[in-house]
């Protein structure tokens, strides 16, 4: 018996063993097939081993994904939505044998559908909705994203009756920190999140009135008091729309606690610039460039510091442009930036004639560092340039070689 049973095993590990071996030669000859352009052969082998080797691999599934799609694109218009369809049972299949993927099909299904225009946009809907509830960690075309919101304030709008407001901003918070969440993930697309933020706040402008946020914010401030991903859009819509009131303080702060970053000191430094605070501001917006993960940002935000006090302190607003250009000395904006600011301080800092055409001549030198960062600044760093020199005014009293401007410049200027 014990012989018999031996025996058995032997036969079933001699076919499993075969039938890995088959498998293996199946997946080399499939890569090949599409490495040499052989696509019908492809297919047909595509065919075979998704029956004989449903489990054996993720490669397999990333291949079959190839072969599948190049059968959409080449297919004629009243084959597309077929072959579509094929590609989502494709899917369905992977899922079945790899449930822990991480390949973001339902995402993908998505996709097809909405490039293809097969399909309603219900059932584009649906596959959105399950990428975004099942598989948010691989959730991050951002058409996609912005797609799913589209249609999810559609459904909104058509059943208000039902779905209260409240649930409308709980899905524009978890959206946008999802976008937060990929922005970070993947600098390289930034911009794009951007644009999909852009377009979300758009939609919902008429939604995120200040009543409307305040009182969101009031009621949901208790039982999210620790979920940044939470948080953080909210601080985002009430530094916009509430700037100088207690909640977004009081939301900024709790950012700030949970979360400590960039973002959350430059929320807490845009209330305390907004409720007159202006020295806890410029501490804040100073911290929130140091905490910055890349030093564009950091010149990011120094700049825009810079921008903010440039009419109210000079002095300070320098020393942040300043900043900016040690963290991204090839932005020729920032020189323009600081050449207007020492030309829109003659008359505070010039007091004789000979001081006043040295701020010009100041900001001439400094204008024309604009174009040797950044060509493309040329015309308008020579043009800017040409008109600060025009003001200068020379008569017999002011044709010294150099001066030295005081006040917040502190500068020695060679004519």
């Not at 912005?146 to 978890?174: G, V």
């Not at 930034?190 to 933020?197: F, I």
């Not at 804040?284 to 903010?308: G, N, Q």
């Not at 020199?389 to 020379?394: A, D, H, P, S, V």
Request: with cysteine; charged share 25%; net charge neutral.
């Amino acid at each position: 018996m014990k012989a018999k049973l031996f025996l058995l095993l032997l036969v079933i590990c001699s076919f499993v063993n075969a039938q890995e071996k088959n498998c293996v030669d199946k997946e080399k000859q499939l890569a090949q097939f599409l490495s040499d352009n052989e696509n019908k052969k492809a297919l047909d082998l595509w065919n075979e081993v998704k029956v004989s080797c449903p489990d054996y691999s993720e490669n397999l599934y990333s291949l079959g994904n190839r072969i599948l799609q190049y059968e959409i694109e080449i297919a004629d218009s009243k084959d597309k939505e077929r072959k579509v369809r094929d590609l989502l049972i494709f899917f369905n299949q992977y899922d079945k044998y790899f449930p822990l993927n991480k390949n973001g099909n339902y995402e993908k299904r998505a996709i097809a559908l909405y490039t293809y225009n097969v399909g309603s946009p219900q059932e584009v809907f649906t596959n959105l909705r399950m990428a975004f509830e099942k598989e948010k960690a691989t959730f991050a075309n951002s058409q996609a994203i912005y797609n799913y919101f589209e249609l999810y304030f559609a459904h909104y709008k058509e059943n208000k009756s039902i779905i209260p407001l409240e649930e409308l901003l709980d899905k524009y918070c978890a959206v946008s920190s999802l976008i937060a969440a990929n922005s970070t993930k993947y600098p390289t697309k930034k911009e794009e999140y951007h644009r999909v933020e852009l377009g979300i706040d758009l939609l919902m402008k008429d939604i995120l009135t200040k009543e409307n946020i305040v009182a969101y914010a009031q009621k949901k401030l208790d039982s999210n008091i620790i979920d940044n991903s939470w948080l953080e859009p909210v601080a985002r819509v009430l530094s916009v729309k509430c700037k100088n009131l207690p909640i977004f303080e009081t939301v900024a702060f709790k950012l700030d606690e949970t979360n400590p970053s960039s973002v959350s000191a430059y929320y807490v430094a845009t209330y305390y610039l907004n409720t007159g605070s202006q020295d806890k501001a410029i501490e804040w917006f100073t911290k929130s460039a140091e905490l910055a993960p890349t030093k564009l940002e950091k010149a990011t935000t120094y700049y825009a510091v810079a921008s903010i006090l440039s009419s109210s302190d000079k002095a300070t607003s320098q020393k942040m442009v300043l900043n900016a250009l040690e963290n991204n000395p090839t932005n020729g904006r920032y020189y323009i930036f600081l050449a207007n600011l020492y030309a829109n301080s003659v008359e505070e800092c010039g007091t004789t004639a000979i001081e006043k055409n040295a701020i010009y001549k100041l900001a001439s030198n400094t204008v024309l560092k604009a174009f040797t960062v950044e060509p493309r600044l040329k015309p308008t760093a020579e043009a800017m340039s040409a008109e600060y020199l025009k003001r200068m005014i020379f008569d017999d009293n002011s044709k010294a070689k150099s001066a030295t401007i005081g006040c917040w410049i502190q500068q020695k200027v060679q004519f």
